[in-house]
């Protein structure tokens, strides 16, 4: 008898670890946002042929999951409102939502930009009181952690969180800002999904059935890895990168001491120009840790002052010294390094100043600009650029690890990070992205209506897509150039000729210094004012500034035409000259021209151009700009010439 029932109790445990019960998505959860006026799915997995009843408001569905354990049931729609409840009842389980607001769900997208929290690696301006006052509680987000994978997946990592000040500084700042001023203006429920990575290309986003359909020199430099076992390359790359991070920790360089100023030729440093980024020299496919050093002559009177050490913006982490003594450290990519140099560390004659790197992906090295290199002693400015040496200590390379990014392959973050919500529905789509693929701009004029047809198929709707025009960054030109980013600009304002697109355009508010621009309240509003034109029937909202319309010769002079100028054309600067023209005849070189307003006309002239062919307009990686429309928004940048 005893073991009858222990055999029964046996049996009955088994079973009730078979028993499966009834799930759902990451993307339900307490707290959540659920599309307005739209059929709304909702799906998820149980047992095979499990019966499911899913109840909200006066719906209720019944439904019963398929061989495989799948389930979904679709449910009118529904008008904006709540805090409502979600039941989900299985056989053996029930799964109840609460705080649950019917409203409008913006997919929220792209790199690093679209990333940056409220208050993270780089702060929003004003980001305290900001936070202070993050009480939106119609606000809803949900932050998709981040995730590879070779093949669709049908879930990922995330949670719902309700807008306040103990929740806000995870929430990305341009989806936030845009997300406060729909609410603001509209008083309805604004659910924002950020599925964001820093750094990441297009080519990552876009799905592998719609990136096979491009032709074949997007797939090229994908070549090396085609044919291979991706997720066998996956795991044994993976085990390779546990033992180049253990390396990290026992620095060579550190037991060997190679900060201190060596006493004789080493002929195993080489040399390099600094500042450049590593992805135009040898280590281009190098992270790890890499020192640097530089010798420097101060003059007699320096020796033993108090000094300011400047090194630029450095990708990833440093350690600095001089003369083998210490003189700071900085975590982080991108940050500018200025360190105070003590009494008693610098001498006249020949000092050593050296630099470990440790980049953990991507590019490296000291990028800034030459003019950022520089030892000030007494408001005296010693420079630092010229020919470095380097040498390697612990390299990813050396180990046989590839830094398998999103980067790598294509379709890693849609499957990962897109896919498994494409059953949600949504409102539209803002986006954020484009500076990893300025190096190839002209591809971008395919790659972006791309993927925003992509998803759009995927999500069986051709919902509104809205993005942020690259802002302005780097140094100023002191001549008229070619460049990357505005080119990348281009082919950004092309992708409007796809229906129900928009543009932001920025590049008034970047930052010359800082590729993650603060003021993220502008851009949000921006592209929440294209919104609620097109979206909210708000007609009267103005949300473009001046874009070209057409260039007409008279003589010498250029005569330029906008749309989009609201009540008049201005100047921001109540300065009479218009900044950022340049002008070419028919040898295509362009040189900077005079521009002034003639009503709501630009003439556009120069003495070194008598007969002009062609124009430009904040064509530079960082323009200047001062022309705007009388509601305050800057004009678009363009070319006449191909």
Known sequence: MKKYIYLLFI??????????????????????????????????????????????????????????????VNLEPIPYGGPYQMKVQGSSNTI??????????????????????????????????????????LIRAFNVEKAMSMTPNSDFDGKWQVCSPETVSSFSAVAYFFARKLNKELDIPIGIINSSWGGT???????????????????????????????????????????????????????????????????????????????QTELASIDGIVWFRYNFTLPKDAEGKTAILNLGPVDDDDVSWINGIKVGETVGYGLPRTYSITKDILKSGVNTLTVKIVDHSGGGGL??????????????????SGEWEYKESVTNKEYGYIDFSPNSYPSLLYNAMINPMTSFSIKGAIWYQGESNADDAYNYRTLFPTLINDWRDKWESEFPFYWVQLANYMAKDEQPQDSKWAELREAQNM????????????????????????NKQD??????LIA??????????????????????????????????????????????????????????????????????????????????????SWSNNPEVNLFNSEGLPAAPFRTDK
Not at 111 to 133: A, D, F, H, L, T
Not at 251 to 268: H, S
Request: hydrophobic share 40%; net charge neutral.
């Open 11 to 72: 049996a009955t445990l088994f079973s009730s670890v078979l028993q499966a019960e009834v799930r759902l998505p990451h993307i339900f959860s307490d707290n959540m946002i659920l599309q307005r006026d739209k059929v709304l799915k909702i799906w998820g997995w149980a047992d095979k042929n499990e019966k499911i009843k899913v109840e909200i408001l006066d719906q209720t569905r019944n439904v019963q999951a398929d061989q495989a354990g799948n389930w979904s």
């Open 96 to 137: 109840t939502f609460n705080n649950i607001l019917i409203g409008d769900i913006w997919l929220c997208s792209g790199q690093s930009n679209m990333e940056m929290p409220v208050n993270g690696w780089s702060q929003v301006e004003n980001y305290e009181q900001e936070i202070k006052e993050a009480n939106y509680p």
């Open 201 to 279: 290309q297009i080519e990552t986003w876009i799905s592998q059935n719609s990136f096979a359909r491009l032709p074949d020199n997007f797939k090229e430099r994908y070549a090396a890895l085609q044919g291979i076992d991706l997720a066998r390359f996956a795991q044994e790359n993976e085990a390779k990168k546990q033992i180049y991070l253990n390396a990290l920790k026992n620095d060579p360089g550190i037991k060997g001491e190679w900060f201190k100023a060596p006493t004789k030729i080493t002929f195993a440093w080489k040399k390099m120009q600094v500042p450049q980024e590593w992805s």
């Open 367 to 384: 990028y800034g600009q030459p003019h950022e290199l520089y030892l000030e002693i007494d408001g005296v400015k010693y420079p630092l």
């Open 495 to 518: 992708t409007l000729s796809l229906p129900y697109t928009g543009q932001a355009v920025i590049t008034d508010i970047g930052d010359a210094k800082d590729i993650h621009p603060r």
């Open 523 to 528: 851009v949000g509003a921006r592209l929440a």
């Open 532 to 617: 609620l034109n097109k979206d909210y029937g708000r007609s009267d909202v103005i949300y473009s500034g001046p874009t070209f319309n057409k260039m007409e010769i008279s003589g010498n002079k250029a005569i330029i035409y906008f749309d989009n100028i609201a009540k008049g054309l201005k100047v921001s600067d109540n300065n009479q000259s218009i900044k950022g023209f340049a002008i070419a005849g028919a040898d295509n070189r362009f040189v900077w021209a005079k521009a002034y307003l003639d009503g709501d006309k630009v003439i556009v002239e120069s003495p070194e151009v008598s007969s002009p062919i062609s124009v430009r307009y």
